[in-house]
């Protein structure tokens, strides 16, 4: 079978929004190849990213591909839509970078697998492992959390530094028996980490239902489906009850829009983990928080992403 790969040339802060638009047109994923990864310094003792050349990744920026089904009279019309709307990612004070797009036919049975050399075993804390189903690993302490991930062609494998952020976090600030919402949620791997981690209930929402669906493969790929319930929702629309716990792995420029909400939503003394914040965003996420209420606890980094931890007061 016949795929069109599109292929985005942009910037390391508009990832996730230029995924969103790939995702809007109709692809089931999308493939990240960042530079960074080539350079990062990993404080942890396992092989998280194998055998990368720095012939596969741009010398600037980032490229974002997905992959689409279809002829070339249907790609038109695609092409063209996602040209408009790449535009308009500057009307929210985003920096698309060269913001160039290239088309290509490939074979599915190019990239179908080839790409899982990649995604290895990666310890993302003191107590989490992040691991790919088709990996065999043996844990390497009695209370290591594993979890299992099949991330297709997804973005949200737990590498990205937003989400070692985020789980990082939660490893820190959730308390066994938790209530969560986790907003975004994507493949879920938040939530997942939440339950095991120890939390009662996990909320996982997101609007993409291509993520819900992902989201709701791995929650049942770790034998925790119980405990989570995912929903496709816009953020914290139409939800009401108060939990102890809210994380977000979003952009910025969504975070400052719901923090009123965040803040309705947390218990008194509950938690808001918020993640996917370029380091030039930090103040403008930190001064919605403060408005609406919540009190800032601490700001983590890893390289110019940025994870805010915040708690109502």
Excluded at 130 to 157: L, S
Excluded at 271 to 283: L, P, Q, T, W, Y
């Amino acid at each position: 079978m016949k795929w069109s790969e599109i292929s985005i040339h942009t910037t390391a802060e508009a990832v996730e929004a230029v995924s969103n638009l790939l995702y809007e047109m109709g692809a089931n994923g999308v493939v990240i190849e960042d530079p960074e990864v080539l350079h990062r310094d990993w404080d942890t003792p396992f092989g998280e990213i194998y055998q990368l050349s720095p012939d596969d990744f741009p010398d600037e920026g980032v490229f974002v591909k997905a992959y689409l089904p279809m002829d070339s009279s249907q790609l038109v019309d695609v092409l063209d839509e996602l040209k408009e709307q790449l535009s308009h990612l500057t009307d929210y004070g985003l920096d698309i970078g060269k913001g160039t797009i290239a088309v290509n036919d490939v074979h599915e049975d190019e990239w179908a697998h080839a790409w899982k050399k990649y995604y290895k075993p990666v310890n993302v804390s003191e107590r989490m492992t992040i691991k790919p189903v088709w990996e065999e690993y043996e844990p390497k302490r009695p209370d290591e959390i594993i979890i299992e991930m099949d991330p297709g062609m997804a973005f949200g494998t737990g590498t990205h530094p937003t989400t070692i952020l985020c789980l990082r976090a939660l490893e820190k600030y959730l308390q066994p028996g938790d209530r969560v919402y986790d907003v975004g949620t994507g493949t879920a791997i938040l939530s997942i980490a939440a339950v095991k981690l120890g939390a009662d209930h996990v909320l996982a929402m997101d609007l993409d239902e291509v993520a819900v669906r992902s989201a709701e493969a791995n929650i049942e790929l770790n034998g925790v489906h119980e405990r989570i319930t995912v929903r496709q929702n816009n953020l914290l629309d139409g939800v009401d009850e108060q939990v102890d716990l809210v994380v977000a792995n979003i952009l910025a420029e969504v975070i400052v829009r719901f923090t009123d909400d965040v803040y309705r939503v947390l218990k008194p003394g509950g938690v808001f983990i918020a993640s996917g914040i370029i380091a030039a965003r930090e103040a403008d996420v930190k001064a919605a928080m403060e408005a609406s209420g919540l009190e800032l606890v601490e700001t983590i980094f890893i390289d110019d992403w940025v994870a805010i931890v915040a708690k109502k007061r």
